[in-house]
Protein backbone atom coordinates (compact mmCIF):
# COMPACT_ATOMS: atom_id res chain seq x y z
CA UNK A 1 0.00 0.00 0.00
CA UNK A 2 2.91 2.40 -0.45
CA UNK A 3 2.11 4.28 -3.29
CA UNK A 4 -1.61 4.56 -1.86
CA UNK A 5 0.05 6.53 1.03
CA UNK A 6 2.00 8.56 -1.06
CA UNK A 7 -0.92 9.68 -3.12
CA UNK A 8 -2.70 10.40 0.32
CA UNK A 9 0.12 12.19 1.37
CA UNK A 10 0.47 14.06 -2.06
CA UNK A 11 -3.78 15.28 -1.31
CA UNK A 12 -2.53 15.93 2.10
CA UNK A 13 0.15 18.68 0.97
CA UNK A 14 -2.46 19.75 -1.93
CA UNK A 15 -4.89 20.34 0.30
CA UNK A 16 -2.53 22.73 2.69
CA UNK A 17 -1.32 24.43 -0.70
CA UNK A 18 -4.57 24.76 -1.69
CA UNK A 19 -5.27 26.29 1.34
CA UNK A 20 -2.33 28.73 1.59
CA UNK A 21 -3.40 30.16 -1.97
CA UNK A 22 -6.96 30.25 -1.06
CA UNK A 23 -6.03 32.18 1.88
CA UNK A 24 -3.74 34.55 -0.09
CA UNK A 25 -6.57 35.32 -2.97
CA UNK A 26 -8.84 36.30 -0.11
CA UNK A 27 -6.22 38.44 1.44
CA UNK A 28 -5.98 40.07 -1.59
CA UNK A 29 -9.17 40.55 -2.44
CA UNK A 30 -9.89 42.14 0.84
CA UNK A 31 -7.06 45.01 0.16
CA UNK A 32 -8.43 45.55 -3.43
CA UNK A 33 -11.92 46.07 -2.43
CA UNK A 34 -10.56 48.02 1.00
CA UNK A 35 -8.72 50.08 -2.12
CA UNK A 36 -11.21 51.01 -4.97
CA UNK A 37 -14.18 48.22 -4.73
CA UNK A 38 -12.64 46.56 -7.74
CA UNK A 39 -11.03 42.99 -8.30
CA UNK A 40 -7.76 44.38 -9.71
CA UNK A 41 -4.83 46.29 -8.34
CA UNK A 42 -1.53 47.04 -9.70
CA UNK A 43 -2.31 44.63 -12.83
CA UNK A 44 -3.41 42.07 -10.88
CA UNK A 45 -6.76 40.32 -11.05
CA UNK A 46 -8.95 38.37 -9.03
CA UNK A 47 -11.73 35.89 -10.92
CA UNK A 48 -13.64 33.30 -11.03
CA UNK A 49 -16.62 31.32 -11.09
CA UNK A 50 -19.31 29.45 -8.82
CA UNK A 51 -21.86 27.57 -10.61
CA UNK A 52 -23.89 25.22 -9.30
CA UNK A 53 -27.36 23.67 -9.73
CA UNK A 54 -29.85 20.75 -9.62
CA UNK A 55 -29.82 17.93 -12.19
CA UNK A 56 -31.89 14.93 -13.26
CA UNK A 57 -30.79 12.34 -15.60
CA UNK A 58 -33.05 9.64 -17.14
CA UNK A 59 -30.42 7.65 -17.18
CA UNK A 60 -27.29 8.67 -15.02
CA UNK A 61 -24.86 7.47 -12.41
CA UNK A 62 -24.27 8.73 -9.02
CA UNK A 63 -22.62 12.20 -8.10
CA UNK A 64 -18.64 12.04 -8.21
CA UNK A 65 -16.96 14.80 -5.35
CA UNK A 66 -13.69 14.81 -7.84
CA UNK A 67 -14.58 14.85 -11.43
CA UNK A 68 -15.22 18.27 -12.36
CA UNK A 69 -18.38 17.45 -14.83
CA UNK A 70 -19.76 15.83 -11.84
CA UNK A 71 -22.94 13.43 -12.89
CA UNK A 72 -23.77 11.82 -16.31
CA UNK A 73 -24.61 14.94 -18.50
CA UNK A 74 -24.17 12.86 -21.32
CA UNK A 75 -25.20 9.54 -22.17
CA UNK A 76 -22.55 7.33 -20.72
CA UNK A 77 -21.73 3.67 -20.27
CA UNK A 78 -22.72 3.59 -17.00
CA UNK A 79 -25.36 5.58 -16.75
CA UNK A 80 -28.45 3.33 -15.18
CA UNK A 81 -30.94 4.87 -12.97
CA UNK A 82 -32.90 7.96 -13.40
CA UNK A 83 -30.63 10.15 -10.89
CA UNK A 84 -31.43 14.00 -8.97
CA UNK A 85 -28.86 15.09 -7.52
CA UNK A 86 -26.87 19.01 -6.78
CA UNK A 87 -24.86 19.16 -10.10
CA UNK A 88 -21.39 21.40 -10.32
CA UNK A 89 -20.53 23.52 -13.24
CA UNK A 90 -23.46 23.31 -15.44
CA UNK A 91 -22.41 26.22 -18.11
CA UNK A 92 -18.89 26.97 -16.36
CA UNK A 93 -16.42 25.61 -14.67
CA UNK A 94 -16.45 26.86 -11.08
CA UNK A 95 -12.86 28.27 -10.59
CA UNK A 96 -11.00 31.32 -9.09
CA UNK A 97 -7.50 32.47 -10.16
CA UNK A 98 -5.13 35.22 -10.49
CA UNK A 99 -4.23 37.02 -14.06
CA UNK A 100 -1.49 39.76 -14.36
CA UNK A 101 -0.18 42.10 -16.70
CA UNK A 102 3.59 44.27 -16.02
CA UNK A 103 4.77 47.16 -18.16
CA UNK A 104 8.51 46.78 -18.99
CA UNK A 105 8.84 48.95 -21.96
CA UNK A 106 6.28 51.20 -24.02
CA UNK A 107 5.35 48.31 -26.13
CA UNK A 108 6.30 44.85 -23.75
CA UNK A 109 4.13 43.86 -20.46
CA UNK A 110 4.63 40.59 -18.84
CA UNK A 111 1.67 38.73 -18.15
CA UNK A 112 0.64 35.46 -16.18
CA UNK A 113 -2.37 33.43 -15.28
CA UNK A 114 -3.07 30.90 -12.53
CA UNK A 115 -5.79 28.93 -12.31
CA UNK A 116 -7.64 26.65 -10.13
CA UNK A 117 -10.87 24.38 -10.71
CA UNK A 118 -12.48 22.91 -7.41
CA UNK A 119 -16.38 21.08 -7.71
CA UNK A 120 -18.88 23.38 -5.75
CA UNK A 121 -20.38 20.48 -4.24
CA UNK A 122 -17.48 19.00 -2.61
CA UNK A 123 -15.11 21.80 -2.58
CA UNK A 124 -12.32 19.45 -3.63
CA UNK A 125 -9.93 20.00 -6.31
CA UNK A 126 -11.32 19.15 -9.79
CA UNK A 127 -9.76 15.56 -10.52
CA UNK A 128 -10.73 13.89 -13.03
CA UNK A 129 -8.13 10.69 -12.54
CA UNK A 130 -9.68 10.26 -8.82
CA UNK A 131 -13.07 9.58 -10.10
CA UNK A 132 -11.68 6.94 -11.90
CA UNK A 133 -9.46 5.30 -9.23
CA UNK A 134 -12.89 5.08 -6.95
CA UNK A 135 -14.79 2.68 -9.66
CA UNK A 136 -11.37 0.31 -10.10
CA UNK A 137 -12.77 -3.13 -10.09
CA UNK A 138 -16.31 -1.99 -9.89
CA UNK A 139 -18.92 -3.92 -11.78
CA UNK A 140 -20.51 -0.67 -14.30
CA UNK A 141 -24.24 -0.96 -12.34
CA UNK A 142 -21.97 0.14 -9.12
CA UNK A 143 -20.18 2.93 -10.67
CA UNK A 144 -20.33 6.47 -9.63
CA UNK A 145 -19.76 8.93 -12.64
CA UNK A 146 -16.40 9.07 -13.73
CA UNK A 147 -14.25 9.70 -17.11
CA UNK A 148 -10.60 10.98 -17.78
CA UNK A 149 -9.63 14.89 -17.63
CA UNK A 150 -7.24 17.41 -18.18
CA UNK A 151 -7.91 18.71 -14.57
CA UNK A 152 -6.21 16.27 -12.36
CA UNK A 153 -6.01 17.26 -8.84
CA UNK A 154 -3.00 19.55 -9.16
CA UNK A 155 -3.60 23.26 -7.30
CA UNK A 156 -3.52 25.03 -10.61
CA UNK A 157 -5.46 22.59 -12.75
CA UNK A 158 -6.00 24.87 -15.46
CA UNK A 159 -3.76 27.65 -17.15
CA UNK A 160 -0.73 28.29 -15.11
CA UNK A 161 1.72 30.38 -17.68
CA UNK A 162 4.07 33.70 -17.64
CA UNK A 163 5.47 35.09 -20.64
CA UNK A 164 5.38 38.43 -22.68
CA UNK A 165 3.44 40.70 -24.59
CA UNK A 166 3.76 43.56 -27.15
CA UNK A 167 1.01 44.99 -29.56
CA UNK A 168 3.29 44.75 -31.98
CA UNK A 169 4.66 41.55 -32.25
CA UNK A 170 1.91 39.29 -30.40
CA UNK A 171 2.29 37.26 -26.95
CA UNK A 172 4.61 34.29 -26.36
CA UNK A 173 3.77 32.41 -22.73
CA UNK A 174 5.60 29.26 -20.75
CA UNK A 175 3.92 26.96 -18.64
CA UNK A 176 1.13 24.91 -18.88
CA UNK A 177 -2.01 25.97 -21.55
CA UNK A 178 -5.19 25.82 -22.64
CA UNK A 179 -4.77 24.31 -26.09
CA UNK A 180 -5.38 26.73 -29.41
CA UNK A 181 -8.00 23.99 -30.52
CA UNK A 182 -9.77 24.75 -27.21
CA UNK A 183 -9.91 27.91 -27.34
CA UNK A 184 -11.04 28.41 -31.02
CA UNK A 185 -13.84 25.16 -29.38
CA UNK A 186 -14.90 27.19 -26.96
CA UNK A 187 -15.58 30.62 -28.99
CA UNK A 188 -17.48 28.65 -31.38
CA UNK A 189 -20.13 25.98 -29.86
CA UNK A 190 -22.84 27.62 -29.09
CA UNK A 191 -23.22 26.33 -25.58
CA UNK A 192 -20.06 27.81 -24.65
CA UNK A 193 -18.46 24.69 -23.66
CA UNK A 194 -20.90 23.85 -21.26
CA UNK A 195 -20.64 20.97 -19.68
CA UNK A 196 -24.25 20.13 -18.97
CA UNK A 197 -25.49 21.18 -22.54
CA UNK A 198 -22.18 20.74 -24.62
CA UNK A 199 -21.19 17.20 -26.14
CA UNK A 200 -17.96 19.36 -26.79
CA UNK A 201 -17.73 20.95 -23.44
CA UNK A 202 -18.48 17.20 -21.56
CA UNK A 203 -16.78 15.08 -23.38
CA UNK A 204 -13.84 17.21 -24.27
CA UNK A 205 -12.73 14.87 -27.16
CA UNK A 206 -13.31 17.45 -29.63
CA UNK A 207 -11.25 20.13 -27.72
CA UNK A 208 -8.24 17.90 -26.77
CA UNK A 209 -7.94 16.78 -30.27
CA UNK A 210 -8.66 12.68 -29.48
CA UNK A 211 -8.38 12.34 -25.74
CA UNK A 212 -9.64 14.30 -23.32
CA UNK A 213 -6.21 14.83 -21.35
CA UNK A 214 -4.79 16.89 -24.23
CA UNK A 215 -7.25 19.62 -23.61
CA UNK A 216 -4.32 21.25 -21.78
CA UNK A 217 -0.78 20.94 -22.30
CA UNK A 218 1.59 20.88 -19.60
CA UNK A 219 5.50 22.16 -20.39
CA UNK A 220 4.16 24.08 -23.22
CA UNK A 221 4.88 27.01 -25.45
CA UNK A 222 2.05 29.43 -26.67
CA UNK A 223 2.11 32.40 -29.36
CA UNK A 224 -0.71 34.41 -30.32
CA UNK A 225 -0.56 36.96 -33.26
CA UNK A 226 -3.41 39.39 -34.62
CA UNK A 227 -2.97 41.74 -37.30
CA UNK A 228 -6.08 43.77 -38.18
CA UNK A 229 -8.79 41.19 -39.11
CA UNK A 230 -6.26 38.47 -39.22
CA UNK A 231 -4.55 36.21 -36.17
CA UNK A 232 -2.29 33.30 -36.12
CA UNK A 233 -1.40 30.68 -32.85
CA UNK A 234 0.59 28.41 -32.38
CA UNK A 235 1.95 25.78 -29.54
CA UNK A 236 4.61 23.14 -29.00
CA UNK A 237 4.21 20.26 -25.92
CA UNK A 238 7.70 18.87 -24.96
CA UNK A 239 7.54 15.36 -24.14
CA UNK A 240 9.53 13.14 -22.23
CA UNK A 241 7.93 14.26 -18.75
CA UNK A 242 5.75 12.93 -16.05
CA UNK A 243 1.87 13.03 -17.27
CA UNK A 244 2.91 14.02 -21.32
CA UNK A 245 5.55 11.68 -22.43
CA UNK A 246 5.06 12.46 -26.32
CA UNK A 247 5.59 15.91 -28.08
CA UNK A 248 2.09 17.60 -29.57
CA UNK A 249 1.69 20.85 -32.00
CA UNK A 250 -1.01 22.92 -33.33
CA UNK A 251 -1.13 25.96 -35.30
CA UNK A 252 -4.39 27.68 -36.04
CA UNK A 253 -5.33 30.85 -38.67
CA UNK A 254 -8.46 32.83 -38.80
CA UNK A 255 -10.16 35.77 -39.48
CA UNK A 256 -12.80 38.36 -39.12
CA UNK A 257 -15.09 39.73 -42.00
CA UNK A 258 -17.66 41.94 -40.62
CA UNK A 259 -19.77 39.54 -38.36
CA UNK A 260 -18.36 36.25 -39.32
CA UNK A 261 -15.53 35.13 -37.76
CA UNK A 262 -13.58 31.92 -38.73
CA UNK A 263 -10.71 29.74 -37.69
CA UNK A 264 -9.06 26.35 -39.28
CA UNK A 265 -6.48 24.42 -36.59
CA UNK A 266 -4.61 21.57 -36.90
CA UNK A 267 -3.31 19.41 -34.41
CA UNK A 268 -1.38 16.07 -33.15
CA UNK A 269 0.09 14.64 -30.34
CA UNK A 270 2.45 11.69 -30.19
CA UNK A 271 1.56 9.20 -27.57
CA UNK A 272 -1.48 10.36 -26.33
CA UNK A 273 -2.92 9.00 -23.07
CA UNK A 274 -6.48 7.96 -22.21
CA UNK A 275 -7.08 6.91 -18.84
CA UNK A 276 -10.02 4.27 -17.53
CA UNK A 277 -10.50 2.49 -14.68
CA UNK A 278 -8.93 -0.80 -13.86
CA UNK A 279 -11.78 -3.84 -14.44
CA UNK A 280 -12.09 -6.30 -11.75
CA UNK A 281 -10.35 -9.10 -13.63
CA UNK A 282 -7.23 -6.67 -14.03
CA UNK A 283 -7.21 -6.47 -10.15
CA UNK A 284 -8.29 -10.02 -9.53
CA UNK A 285 -4.34 -11.43 -9.01
CA UNK A 286 -4.14 -8.72 -6.71
CA UNK A 287 -7.22 -10.12 -3.89
CA UNK A 288 -6.69 -12.57 -1.73
CA UNK A 289 -4.41 -14.03 1.01
CA UNK A 290 -1.09 -13.98 -0.74
CA UNK A 291 -0.91 -10.36 -2.82
CA UNK A 292 1.65 -10.26 -4.88
CA UNK A 293 4.18 -7.57 -4.15
CA UNK A 294 3.56 -5.10 -7.25
CA UNK A 295 -0.46 -5.15 -6.27
CA UNK A 296 0.12 -2.27 -3.75
CA UNK A 297 0.31 -0.23 -6.74
CA UNK A 298 -2.89 -1.51 -8.82
CA UNK A 299 -5.60 -0.82 -6.51
CA UNK A 300 -4.74 2.79 -6.86
CA UNK A 301 -3.53 2.94 -10.83
CA UNK A 302 -4.80 3.40 -13.67
CA UNK A 303 -5.45 1.52 -17.23
CA UNK A 304 -4.71 3.38 -20.24
CA UNK A 305 -4.89 3.68 -23.99
CA UNK A 306 -2.11 4.91 -26.06
CA UNK A 307 -2.28 6.46 -29.44
CA UNK A 308 -0.81 8.81 -31.71
CA UNK A 309 -3.67 11.61 -32.61
CA UNK A 310 -3.77 13.91 -35.29
CA UNK A 311 -6.71 15.88 -36.09
CA UNK A 312 -8.19 19.19 -38.68
CA UNK A 313 -10.84 21.59 -37.77
CA UNK A 314 -13.01 24.13 -39.34
CA UNK A 315 -14.70 26.00 -36.84
CA UNK A 316 -17.28 30.16 -37.61
CA UNK A 317 -19.50 32.11 -35.66
CA UNK A 318 -21.55 34.36 -37.31
CA UNK A 319 -23.11 37.36 -35.73
CA UNK A 320 -26.00 38.52 -37.66
CA UNK A 321 -27.75 41.42 -35.72
CA UNK A 322 -27.53 42.44 -31.95
CA UNK A 323 -29.89 39.61 -31.02
CA UNK A 324 -28.77 36.15 -33.19
CA UNK A 325 -25.54 34.71 -33.60
CA UNK A 326 -25.36 31.16 -35.50
CA UNK A 327 -22.34 28.89 -34.25
CA UNK A 328 -20.66 25.54 -36.09
CA UNK A 329 -17.89 23.65 -36.66
CA UNK A 330 -16.24 20.61 -37.95
CA UNK A 331 -13.93 18.42 -36.97
CA UNK A 332 -11.88 15.26 -38.29
CA UNK A 333 -9.81 13.20 -35.87
CA UNK A 334 -7.40 10.17 -36.39
CA UNK A 335 -6.15 7.64 -33.87
CA UNK A 336 -2.93 5.45 -34.83
CA UNK A 337 -1.04 2.98 -32.43
CA UNK A 338 1.70 4.67 -31.08
CA UNK A 339 5.20 5.27 -33.00
CA UNK A 340 6.46 4.67 -29.53
CA UNK A 341 4.45 2.11 -27.37
CA UNK A 342 4.54 2.62 -23.68
CA UNK A 343 5.38 0.04 -20.93
CA UNK A 344 2.97 -0.24 -17.75
CA UNK A 345 4.54 1.28 -14.83
CA UNK A 346 4.89 5.19 -15.06
CA UNK A 347 2.93 8.30 -13.16
CA UNK A 348 0.32 9.67 -15.93
CA UNK A 349 -1.21 13.26 -15.56
CA UNK A 350 -1.67 14.55 -12.06
CA UNK A 351 0.79 11.58 -10.60
CA UNK A 352 -1.36 8.70 -11.01
CA UNK A 353 0.44 5.47 -11.94
CA UNK A 354 -0.36 3.89 -15.10
CA UNK A 355 -0.06 -0.04 -14.69
CA UNK A 356 -1.51 -1.35 -17.55
CA UNK A 357 -1.31 -0.01 -21.16
CA UNK A 358 -2.82 -1.31 -24.59
CA UNK A 359 -0.63 0.28 -27.65
CA UNK A 360 -2.29 -1.43 -30.13
CA UNK A 361 -6.19 -0.80 -30.02
CA UNK A 362 -5.93 0.71 -33.72
CA UNK A 363 -4.79 -1.52 -35.48
CA UNK A 364 -6.29 0.34 -38.62
CA UNK A 365 -7.40 3.91 -38.25
CA UNK A 366 -10.24 4.99 -35.80
CA UNK A 367 -11.09 8.09 -37.31
CA UNK A 368 -14.00 10.28 -35.57
CA UNK A 369 -15.55 13.33 -37.70
CA UNK A 370 -17.21 15.54 -35.02
CA UNK A 371 -19.90 18.29 -36.35
CA UNK A 372 -22.03 20.99 -34.48
CA UNK A 373 -24.40 23.82 -35.17
CA UNK A 374 -26.66 26.32 -32.92
CA UNK A 375 -28.01 29.75 -32.62
CA UNK A 376 -28.11 32.21 -29.57
CA UNK A 377 -30.97 34.48 -29.67
CA UNK A 378 -30.48 37.44 -27.03
CA UNK A 379 -33.74 38.21 -26.11
CA UNK A 380 -32.82 41.44 -24.11
CA UNK A 381 -30.21 42.34 -22.03
CA UNK A 382 -31.24 40.03 -19.11
CA UNK A 383 -33.05 36.62 -21.49
CA UNK A 384 -30.87 34.66 -23.37
CA UNK A 385 -31.93 31.35 -25.60
CA UNK A 386 -29.47 28.87 -26.92
CA UNK A 387 -29.91 26.21 -29.03
CA UNK A 388 -27.17 23.60 -30.38
CA UNK A 389 -27.12 20.12 -31.95
CA UNK A 390 -24.03 17.81 -32.13
CA UNK A 391 -23.18 14.50 -33.91
CA UNK A 392 -20.46 12.06 -33.82
CA UNK A 393 -19.51 9.48 -36.57
CA UNK A 394 -17.13 6.66 -36.19
CA UNK A 395 -15.94 4.82 -39.09
CA UNK A 396 -15.49 1.01 -38.67
CA UNK A 397 -11.95 0.24 -37.48
CA UNK A 398 -12.55 -3.45 -36.18
CA UNK A 399 -10.11 -6.31 -36.82
CA UNK A 400 -9.14 -9.71 -36.04
CA UNK A 401 -5.94 -11.25 -36.00
CA UNK A 402 -5.30 -14.49 -38.11
CA UNK A 403 -2.13 -16.32 -38.76
CA UNK A 404 -0.51 -13.22 -36.38
CA UNK A 405 -1.40 -10.95 -38.59
CA UNK A 406 -4.40 -7.86 -38.08
CA UNK A 407 -7.21 -8.13 -40.88
CA UNK A 408 -10.61 -6.39 -41.09
CA UNK A 409 -13.56 -7.67 -39.43
CA UNK A 410 -15.95 -5.45 -40.75
CA UNK A 411 -19.46 -4.39 -38.23
CA UNK A 412 -21.84 -1.92 -37.64
CA UNK A 413 -23.40 -2.94 -35.22
CA UNK A 414 -22.95 -2.48 -31.13
CA UNK A 415 -21.11 -6.07 -31.03
CA UNK A 416 -17.32 -4.26 -30.53
CA UNK A 417 -16.21 -0.73 -29.61
CA UNK A 418 -14.73 -0.55 -32.98
CA UNK A 419 -17.93 -1.23 -34.93
CA UNK A 420 -18.80 2.09 -36.87
CA UNK A 421 -21.12 4.08 -35.08
CA UNK A 422 -22.67 7.76 -33.96
CA UNK A 423 -23.58 10.14 -31.46
CA UNK A 424 -26.18 12.66 -31.78
CA UNK A 425 -27.10 15.10 -28.98
CA UNK A 426 -29.81 18.41 -28.94
CA UNK A 427 -29.25 21.22 -26.21
CA UNK A 428 -31.73 23.96 -25.61
CA UNK A 429 -30.33 26.62 -22.29
CA UNK A 430 -32.37 29.69 -21.22
CA UNK A 431 -30.70 32.10 -19.56
CA UNK A 432 -31.58 34.84 -17.13
CA UNK A 433 -29.40 37.75 -15.93
CA UNK A 434 -30.04 39.44 -13.01
CA UNK A 435 -26.81 41.82 -12.78
CA UNK A 436 -23.69 41.45 -14.72
CA UNK A 437 -21.88 38.91 -12.81
CA UNK A 438 -25.22 36.78 -11.51
CA UNK A 439 -27.64 34.78 -13.40
CA UNK A 440 -29.87 31.91 -13.75
CA UNK A 441 -30.13 29.48 -15.92
CA UNK A 442 -32.56 26.20 -17.21
CA UNK A 443 -31.76 23.53 -20.21
CA UNK A 444 -32.03 20.45 -20.87
CA UNK A 445 -29.80 18.01 -23.32
CA UNK A 446 -31.03 14.64 -25.05
CA UNK A 447 -28.29 12.26 -26.04
CA UNK A 448 -27.75 9.08 -27.76
CA UNK A 449 -25.46 6.43 -28.96
CA UNK A 450 -25.82 3.80 -31.71
CA UNK A 451 -23.80 0.64 -32.68
CA UNK A 452 -20.71 1.10 -32.40
CA UNK A 453 -20.75 3.75 -29.92
CA UNK A 454 -23.13 2.27 -27.38
CA UNK A 455 -21.00 -1.24 -27.43
CA UNK A 456 -21.07 -1.77 -23.84
CA UNK A 457 -24.06 0.60 -22.43
CA UNK A 458 -26.47 0.08 -19.87
CA UNK A 459 -28.57 2.55 -21.78
CA UNK A 460 -28.95 4.22 -25.38
CA UNK A 461 -30.24 7.71 -24.78
CA UNK A 462 -30.21 9.99 -21.60
CA UNK A 463 -32.09 12.75 -20.87
CA UNK A 464 -30.76 16.03 -18.99
CA UNK A 465 -32.52 18.34 -17.50
CA UNK A 466 -30.82 21.12 -15.04
CA UNK A 467 -31.32 24.49 -13.50
CA UNK A 468 -28.59 26.26 -11.84
CA UNK A 469 -27.31 29.76 -10.72
CA UNK A 470 -23.98 31.38 -11.65
CA UNK A 471 -21.91 34.04 -10.44
CA UNK A 472 -18.74 35.78 -12.15
CA UNK A 473 -16.21 37.87 -10.74
Given at each position: ?28 A??LA ?5 L ?12 I ?8 A ?21 T ?37 T ?31 GQ ?41 A ?45 D ?96 S ?30 V ?17 G ?5 Q ?77 Q?
Amino acid sequence: MKHYNKRAATAAKKSVLCTAVLAGLAMSANALAADDGTLTWNGVTLYGVVDIGVAYQSHGAPLSQDIYVGLDYLVSKNGNKSTTSLAPSGLSQSKVGLKGTEKLTDDLDFVFNLEMGFNPTSGKLADAPASLIHNNGLAITDQKTGADGSRAGQVFNGPAFGGISSKEFGTLTLGRHNTVLADVIGKDDPQGGSYAFSVIGYSGATAGGGNTENVRADNSIKYNYKYQNFRVAAMWQFGKNDGSPGDGGQVSVGADFGGLSVDGVYAFKNTSIAAGSLSAAQIAPCTGTKVPPACGLSHDSLAATISDNESWTLAANYKLNDQWKLFGGYEHITYSNPSNPLAAGFDGLGGYAISVTNNNAYAFDKKLQVSWIGAKFQLNKEWSLTGGYYHYDQNDYHSVVQNGVAVRAPCSNTSFGQCSGNLDAFSFVADYRFTKRFDTYAGVMYSKVADGLANGYLHDNNTNVMAGFRFQF
